[in-house]
Structure formats: structure tokens, C-alpha cells
């Protein structure tokens, strides 16, 4: 049996379930962690596998991360239900998880990601990392160099700090599968149309890899969405406006039951 991802967890509740980007680990979820412990959730950061601890899966695509993520969830007992909370790849990732687990989703955020990548998109976020990679540069000059360019004008200097630092722990050889990874994601709108868990849609206006025009359109495809734009925000809203966004996050999370899916 393989292993399972490696996480961490706060308080006890309602399991919510955070899934990282490409560019980090659980640590880019360490705010909301705090917060929805706080607010009476079971709070829950995993690292994907082939981060942080967790153990590499092999094939390594869409398929084998979601099942890797259904797996954390029967191990922790949450059976249907949890709200999924995806940023970026881990957007992708949790869309892939509804759409072939809708019983275990009551909710999905997905922040800076969902849809996938266009080509703008990828030459804006993907190409750099892969140049900078063939390259030899160490994931900690990366890290110096991308992340400024791509958060906003008001990002909030510790959370700009914490994106680096994050992304400065992932492996090289991870980071490269990983990259690989997003141009794969097939879900388009026939599939998304049939997700019909209430989302909450959250961008950073300043993002160019995935703008608020993007997630605004797959509202208008998802049955039972809504869209946030945190303004002077780049590609890290829960990092670098983390009170605009965890406000969002409880306003959403408090405000109904999710449907049941049958």
C-alpha cells in the first residue's frame, strides 16, 4: 500500500483540506491553518506527494494526486463532505478530486487556479520556472527572483517572505514533474458544468498567470459559484492579502450547508 501524504493539522470540526501550488508545500497554507482552527474547523495542509515528506507516486499525473487526496480522506475518517481548498495546481487538483469524488466535496475554493492554463499562462508561469530550471539554478534564487515579480503591490511583506521561502524547500526534480504536470489538466467546461458543489472563486487582480477574468468565466460555467477579486494582489492571496482572503473563506464557509450530493 503506499504511503500516504504527509500533512498538518489544527483543531477539530468540519475538515477542511488545503492543496499547495507547484511552487510550495504546506506551508502556504500556514495562516489559514491558524484561522480556521480558530473559527472551529479541523484544518488540514498536506504536502503533495513528492513534497515535503511525502512520498513520490509513480505514474505521477492528475489521476494518481487524486486518489492520493481521496486516501488522506478515508484515512481521516471524512467520508463526504470536506471542503477543498486548492491554490493554483492544487486548484486543479481539487477540481479533478470533485469530479471524481463528488460525494466526498462539499465545498471547493479555489484560489488563483481551477481552469487550466492558456498560453499565456504558461509562458508566464511555467516557461521561466523550466528555463530557470535547465539552467541549474538552486530553487532558492528562484524562488528571489520569481516570486517578486509575480505577487502584487500590496502583498504583505511576511507573507511575500513565507511564498519564498516555501518555494526555496521544494525539490528541483519535484518542482520540474510538477510544471510538466499543468499543462495535462483535460477537465474543461463539460466537465465542470456538472460540479454542482457550492465554490467560491478567489483571485488576485494582479495575477498574471491566472487573472480574475479567468476564474470570473468559470463562474459563469460552474452551477453554483462566485467570484472574488482581492485587489493590489498577485498569484498568492492567501499569502499576501491572508485577512481579505480568510475573511472570504469563513463568510463562505459559515454561510450554508453544502448540498448533498446523491
Same mark, same amino acid.
Given at each position: 500500500?503506499?504511503?500516504?501524504?504527509?500533512?498538518?493539522?489544527?483543531?477539530?470540526?468540519?475538515t477542511v483540506l488545503m492543496l499547495h501550488d507547484?511552487?510550495?508545500?504546506?506551508?502556504?497554507?500556514?495562516?489559514?491553518?491558524? /484561522?480556521?482552527?480558530?473559527?472551529?474547523?479541523?484544518?488540514?495542509?498536506?504536502?503533495?506527494?513528492?513534497?515535503?515528506?511525502?512520498?513520490?507516486?509513480?505514474?505521477?499525473?492528475?489521476?494518481?494526486?487524486?486518489?492520493?487526496?481521496?486516501?488522506?480522506?478515508?484515512?481521516? @475518517?471524512?467520508? &463526504?463532505?470536506?471542503?477543498?481548498?486548492?491554490?493554483?495546481?492544487?486548484?486543479?487538483?481539487?477540481?479533478?478530486?470533485?469530479?471524481?469524488?463528488?460525494?466526498?466535496?462539499?465545498?471547493?475554493?479555489?484560489? +488563483?487556479?481551477?481552469?487550466?492554463?492558456?498560453?499565456?499562462?504558461?509562458?508566464?508561469?511555467?516557461?521561466?520556472?523550466?528555463?530557470?530550471?535547465?539552467?541549474?539554478?538552486?530553487?532558492?534564487?528562484?524562488? &528571489? !527572483?520569481?516570486?517578486?515579480?509575480?505577487?502584487?503591490?500590496?502583498?504583505?511583506?511576511?507573507?511575500?517572505?513565507? +511564498?519564498?521561502? +516555501?518555494?526555496?524547500?521544494?525539490?528541483?526534480?519535484?518542482?520540474?514533474?510538477?510544471?510538466?504536470?499543468?499543462? /495535462?489538466?483535460?477537465?474543461?467546461?463539460?466537465?465542470?458544468?456538472?460540479?454542482?458543489?457550492?465554490?467560491?472563486?478567489?483571485?488576485?487582480?494582479?495575477?498574471?498567470?491566472?487573472?480574475? &477574468?479567468?476564474? @470570473?468565466?468559470? +463562474?459563469?460555467?460552474?452551477?453554483?459559484?462566485?467570484?472574488?477579486?482581492?485587489?493590489?494582489?498577485?498569484?498568492?492571496?492567501?499569502?499576501?492579502?491572508?485577512?481579505?482572503?480568510?475573511?472570504?473563506?469563513?463568510?463562505?464557509?459559515?454561510?450554508?450547508?453544502?448540498?448533498? !450530493?446523491?
Open positions: 500500500m503506499a504511503l500516504l501524504p504527509t500533512f498538518s493539522t489544527l483543531g477539530a470540526g468540519s507547484a511552487d510550495g508545500g504546506h506551508l502556504t497554507f500556514a495562516p489559514q491553518v491558524e /484561522t480556521l482552527a480558530g473559527a472551529g474547523y479541523r484544518a488540514i495542509a498536506w504536502d503533495m506527494p513528492g513534497y515535503g515528506h511525502s512520498a513520490p507516486i509513480e505514474p505521477y499525473g492528475f489521476k494518481g494526486l487524486a486518489q492520493s487526496c481521496i486516501a488522506l480522506l478515508d484515512a481521516l @475518517q471524512c467520508t &463526504e463532505g470536506a471542503t477543498l481548498v486548492g491554490h493554483g495546481l492544487g486548484a486543479m487538483l481539487a477540481v479533478e478530486v470533485a469530479a471524481r469524488a463528488p460525494r466526498r466535496v462539499g465545498r471547493l475554493v479555489l484560489c +488563483a487556479g481551477g481552469p487550466a492554463l492558456d498560453d499565456e499562462g504558461l509562458q508566464t508561469w511555467v516557461e521561466p520556472r523550466v528555463a530557470a530550471l535547465d539552467a541549474g539554478q538552486s530553487m532558492e534564487r528562484l524562488a &528571489e !527572483v520569481l516570486v517578486p515579480r509575480q505577487t502584487g503591490t500590496g502583498a504583505l511583506p511576511e507573507g511575500v517572505r513565507l +511564498a519564498r521561502h +516555501a518555494m526555496g524547500e521544494v525539490h528541483p526534480s519535484t518542482f520540474r514533474r510538477a510544471l510538466e504536470l499543468l499543462p /495535462t489538466f483535460a477537465r474543461d467546461a463539460s466537465h465542470l458544468a456538472h460540479l454542482s458543489m457550492p465554490t467560491l472563486l478567489v483571485s488576485g487582480a494582479q495575477d498574471r498567470c491566472m487573472p480574475p &477574468e479567468a476564474l @470570473q468565466a468559470l +463562474a459563469h460555467v460552474l452551477p453554483d459559484a462566485s467570484h472574488l477579486s482581492l485587489p493590489h494582489v498577485g498569484h498568492w492571496p492567501q499569502l499576501e492579502d491572508p485577512e481579505g482572503f480568510d475573511g472570504a473563506l469563513l463568510d463562505f464557509l459559515g454561510s450554508r450547508a453544502p448540498r448533498t !450530493v446523491h
